[in-house]
């Protein structure tokens, strides 16, 4: 069984970075394809942030994106993928979830296997 295992949110002001974290525990190359970030805002429908593919190290990013986060692998360390944002805007409040695939890679949230429980993100002054 697979758990994911999120860190690294919290409050930063307009402008700033966080990064977050998502470690894979218990995840092999059979069981998890691929990571993913997605994020719930207040009132919104879950939306895909970001997706890595672990085989191929691909990568995808989402609208919500918009060039200022990045996903990316640890390089010391299998299933352990971190989301770079910058440039944060007060929209970007919200519940980040890292979720992970067995044999998916893309932005469907209902074709991923492992959810974790999320991290809240807060941009705010």
């Known amino acids: 069984q697979v758990h994911l295992m999120e860190s690294g949110g919290g409050l930063v002001q307009p402008g700033g970075s966080l990064r977050l974290s998502c470690a894979a525990l218990g995840g092999s190359s059979s069981s998890v394809y691929s990571m993913a970030w997605f994020r719930r805002a207040p009132g919104k429908e879950r939306e895909f942030v970001a997706a890595?593919?672990?085989?191929?190290?691909?990568?995808?990013a989402g609208n919500v994106a918009k060039g200022r986060f990045t996903i990316d692998r640890d390089y010391g360390k299998d299933f352990l993928v971190y989301l770079q944002m910058n440039s944060l805007e007060p929209e970007d409040t919200a519940v980040y979830y890292c979720?992970?695939?067995?044999?998916?890679?893309?932005?469907?949230?209902?074709?991923?296997?492992?959810w974790g429980q999320g991290t809240q993100v807060t941009v705010s002054s």
């Open positions: 890595f593919m672990w085989r191929l190290g691909y990568r995808i």
């Open positions: 979720a992970a695939a067995k044999d998916y890679y893309g932005d469907d949230e209902t074709k991923f296997d492992y």
